[in-house]
């Protein structure tokens, strides 16, 4: 869906980054990282690069949980043209668990983001995408040998996103599905395709879909295929 890199995708796919905004004022990009319980069967790193070839920066990355609730800051100095990766399973300010991240500097920045999962041997590599209120994924599916994890990351840290998803089967005459969905300030949500219960009961086809919000959401699909060691 948006520039991104995938190898031996195992089923954990609802840990995907996702990613928004970057060099608004001070600098922000928000994204969505993860990091699982101490069995450390998954991690995510960071990379942020300061753009600036003559001037360092102060890097401030706040790590916030569905509910956009804080639930960490790490700080770093990049120096100017240089950049700096945020390992989240080596800070130990950070908890276990998913998150959302806005990543500021006074500097213009941007950031790319690596999941892996030693359990499978799977690795994503992820590039920012541009955060909307409109948003069009053109393909989705949940067709029992490929699924689709959607997820939206709320890019406003003061209001909550009234979000409507609406997928769009290609296939006629099955009838469109509305989502809707209220996504805290800062916080993210995740649509798994074949868990969600108004998707899973309907039957399984192909789809595109446009996300409605009252915010900016950062929106990324990631398409799981079966057998395993397979995705776009």
């Given amino acids: 869906m948006d520039a991104r890199w995938i190898d031996r995708l195992p089923g954990l796919l609802c840990l995907l980054i996702s990613f928004g905004q970057s060099m608004v004022s001070r600098s922000a990009a928000a994204a969505q990282v993860s990091l699982l319980d101490g069995r450390e069967e998954g991690n995510s790193q960071l990379h942020v690069v300061n753009l600036d070839a003559n001037r360092p920066t102060h890097l401030e990355v706040s790590f916030l949980r569905p509910s956009g609730e804080l639930a960490a800051v790490v700080t770093r100095e990049i120096a100017a043209g240089s950049f700096t ?15 959302a991240v806005i990543a500021r500097a006074d500097r213009p920045i941007d950031l790319v983001t690596r999941h892996d999962w030693a359990s499978g041997a799977g690795t994503v590599v992820e590039s920012r995408v541009t955060p909307g209120r409109e948003v069009v994924l053109p393909w989705v599916a949940w067709n029992g040998d490929q699924n689709t994890l959607l997820n939206l990351q709320n890019t406003s840290t003061r209001d909550p ?72």
């Fill in 85 to 99: 990766v945020v390992h989240l399973s080596k800070e130990p300010v950070i908890p276990p668990g998913v998150f």
């Fill in 161 to 232: 996103a009234i979000v409507t998803v609406s997928v769009n089967p290609w296939r006629a005459p099955l009838a469109s599905i509305e989502v809707p969905l209220v996504i805290q300030a800062g916080g993210f949500a995740t649509i798994d395709f074949a868990r969600f219960p108004v998707l899973a009961a309907s039957n399984r086809t192909w789809a595109w879909v446009r996300v409605t919000s009252s915010q900016r959401l950062a929106v990324t699909g990631v398409n799981d295929l079966l057998p395993p060691g397979r995705g776009v």
